[in-house]
Nanobody, 114 residues
């Protein structure tokens, strides 16, 4: 079983920045061998991919966040990050961490509003 704990969400003004973190834990997990992802879900909308990073460090992003968000990982800390810059009101959503395309965190709320 894998536990994922997200942090870093909150309220920010348009144009601001936030950094989300997701730490994985669990008996027997090998973090460095697993792909990690960030997804988000806004009210009334489906969950969508924000960013994904493979075990080798290759990344891909949803079209709406390209050039503004950066995903990274620290295998020594079993942690994946999402640096979010130039935030827009339409980025408002609950952001979820995903481990190995299988396990999900509880989500962290990001609200972009003036």
């Amino acid at each position: 079983q894998v536990q994922l704990v997200e942090s870093g969400g909150g309220l920010v003004q348009p144009g601001g920045s936030l950094r989300l973190s997701c730490e994985a834990s669990g008996s027997g997990i090998i973090f460095r061998l697993n792909a990690m992802g960030w997804y988000r879900q806004a009210p009334g909308k489906e969950r969508e991919l924000v960013a994904h990073i493979t075990s080798g460090g290759s990344t891909n992003y949803g079209d709406s966040v390209k050039g503004r968000f950066t995903i990274s990982r620290d295998n020594a800390k079993n942690t994946v990050y999402l640096q979010m810059n130039s935030l827009k009101p339409e980025d408002t959503a609950v952001y979820y961490c995903n481990f190995g395309s299988r396990y999900w965190g509880q989500g962290t709320q990001v609200t972009v509003s003036s």
